[in-house]
């Protein structure tokens, strides 16, 4: 290591000391780095097994989030949908398209490779684990997929757009009017908020009964 300090500073443990205290901050800084799981990090756009494009799939071809994630409205958990749901229609469209090759090992016992598991996509967004997160609370109250995932009728490939901190989730349950939607919008992602959101938003909370007094208490998402 090149002597950076100048002779007359024979300073030995000045010199320990900033050493010592760069290389903690550099395992620090690469401890977080690695330690953060990827689910967090904005723009995470993993490749998947298919190249899935909700661009054609909802914007294009118009299919409603619910046709795939069919539990999102009824359950905490958003399920991501099986082969069956892409076979309903691939077993007819697109057949040859070498990116469905997958689909086919999955459900066609006569495409060669055939080995009927699951396909493996991989995770976007995870809470962790001592989060408790619901979907169905959420989307039943006028809180639309967009303002989560961002507008992911858009997208070629899923990636994530909020980085789903704590300060994130707390600045909507702190002021939900902000983004509050008539339950009819939550699937419709060319709605436009109107001019007087907050006032309008309002109405919303009152409407569906939202308890934002109880949105900040920690135990509703810490139990
Ligand atoms: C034709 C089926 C289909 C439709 C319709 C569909 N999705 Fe998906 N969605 C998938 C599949 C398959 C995946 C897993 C692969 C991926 O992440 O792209 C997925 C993944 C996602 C993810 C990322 C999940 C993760 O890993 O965190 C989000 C968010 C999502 N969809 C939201 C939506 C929304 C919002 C709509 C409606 C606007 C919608 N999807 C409509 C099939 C569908
Ligand atoms: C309602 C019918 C329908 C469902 C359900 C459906 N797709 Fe599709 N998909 C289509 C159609 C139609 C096209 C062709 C669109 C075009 O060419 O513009 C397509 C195109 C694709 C392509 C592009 C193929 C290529 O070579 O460009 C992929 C990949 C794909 N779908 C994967 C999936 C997967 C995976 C699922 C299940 C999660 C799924 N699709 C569910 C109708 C469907
Ligand atoms: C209030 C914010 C919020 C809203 C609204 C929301 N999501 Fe999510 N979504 C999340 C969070 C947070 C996760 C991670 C949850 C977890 O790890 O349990 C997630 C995860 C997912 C996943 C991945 C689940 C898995 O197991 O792979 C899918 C798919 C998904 N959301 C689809 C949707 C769809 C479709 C809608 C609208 C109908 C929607 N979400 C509305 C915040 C939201
Ligand atoms: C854009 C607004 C918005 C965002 C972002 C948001 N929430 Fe919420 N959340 C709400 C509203 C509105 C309610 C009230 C629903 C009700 O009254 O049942 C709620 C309710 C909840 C509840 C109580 C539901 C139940 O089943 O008891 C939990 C837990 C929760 N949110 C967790 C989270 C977490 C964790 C995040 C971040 C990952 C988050 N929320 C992000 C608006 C939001
Ligand atoms: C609306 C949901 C929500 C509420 C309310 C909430 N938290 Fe969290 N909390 C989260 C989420 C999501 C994470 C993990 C994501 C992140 O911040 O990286 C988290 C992470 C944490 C962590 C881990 C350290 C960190 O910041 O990464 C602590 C400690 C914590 N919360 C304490 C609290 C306390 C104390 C309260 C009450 C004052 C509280 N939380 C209220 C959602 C919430």
């Known amino acids: 290591m090149a ?9 030995l443990p000045l010199k320990i ?15 977080s780095y690695y330690a953060t799981p990827k689910a967090l990090n904005v723009g ?10 909700h661009k054609i799939h909802v914007d294009q071809l118009g299919l409603d989030c ?31 398209s070498p990116k469905l090759a997958p689909l086919h090992r999955s ?11 699951p396909i493996e996509w991989v995770r976007i ?28 009728n858009k997208m070629p490939l899923v ?3 909020n980085p789903m901190h ?12 902000k983004y509050i939607r008539p339950v009819e919008e939550i699937y419709n992602f060319d709605y436009k908020p109107p001019k007087d959101q907050i006032a309008f938003g309002k109405e919303l909370v009152k409407k569906y009964n939202v308890q934002v007094k109880q949105l900040t208490d920690c135990s509703i998402c810490h139990r």
């Not at 002597?3 to 300073?11: H, V």
């Not at 010592?20 to 901050?25: D, L």
């Not at 099986?82 to 469209?93: A, D, E, S």
């Open 3 to 11: 002597n950076i300090f100048p002779r007359w500073s024979n300073l």
């Open 17 to 31: 000391a900033v050493c010592a205290g760069s290389v903690a901050a550099g395992v620090a800084l690469a401890f």
């Open 166 to 177: 704590m300060s994130w989730c707390l600045d909507c349950h702190r002021a939900p009017e």
């Open 107 to 117: 459900m066609d016992p006569n495409f060669p490779g055939y080995d009927g598991k």
């Open 159 to 161: 990636w994530r757009t």
């Open 125 to 152: 967004h995870k809470a962790p684990d001592y989060v408790y997160f619901n979907h169905s609370a959420h989307v039943n109250r006028g809180i639309s997929c967009q303002s989560c995932h961002g507008d992911v």
């Open 44 to 53: 995470y756009q993993p490749a998947q097994p298919i190249p899935f494009s």
């Open 66 to 96: 619910r046709y795939c994630h069919s539990f999102v409205d009824v359950s905490g958990h958003s399920n991501v949908p099986t082969g069956n749901t892409c076979w309903n229609c691939h077993q007819h469209v697109q057949r040859d």
